[in-house]
């Protein structure tokens, strides 16, 4: 028998293996974790435009456990970036850098079809997304 075809087999699970583990791994397919915000003031159902928690200890607590379990695969560790997603530590700290955190976390980011990030305000709650505000702020790098 020919070594190529000896061979074939192997190849063609390898590839078909390559191919399941890309998928299975994709972003698209990570569930939210959800956050404790027990002790933080309730904000309602309507979103506010500016950061409520900016300063908040508490805040900054629950916000950096909540970062560590749903952003941190993609955004790294301490919100430093290894290529994947944005650097958050460069969002800046006034109501431009809360605009944009709000757009982002509630629309999420598609392209050509590919989920690159859920639309997070789908998954948690206001009170939680803002914590993690609060926590990026402690991060954050002017450019």
Do not use: R
């Given at each position: 028998m020919n070594q190529t075809y000896r061979f074939l087999p192997c190849l063609m699970l390898?590839?078909?293996?390559?191919?399941?583990?890309?998928?299975?791994?994709?972003?698209?397919?990570?569930?939210?974790q959800a956050v404790d915000v027990t002790g933080l003031e309730p904000l309602g159902e309507d979103w506010l435009e500016e950061n409520p928690y900016r300063g908040n200890t508490k805040a900054v607590e629950i916000g950096s456990s909540a970062y560590n379990q749903n952003c941190a695969r993609c955004?790294?560790?301490?919100?430093?970036s290894g290529g994947i997603a944005p650097d958050l530590r460069y969002i800046s700290v006034d109501l431009e850098g809360d605009e944009w955190y709000v757009y982002r976390v509630r629309e999420g980011a598609i392209r050509n079809g590919i989920t690159y990030m859920p639309r997070m305000g789908d998954y948690l709650s206001q009170e939680a997304l803002w914590a993690i505000r609060a926590y990026l702020e402690t991060l954050y790098v002017e450019e």
């Open positions: 390898t590839a078909v293996l390559s191919l399941v583990s890309t998928v299975s791994f994709s972003h698209g397919d990570v569930q939210p955004h790294g560790l301490d919100a430093i």
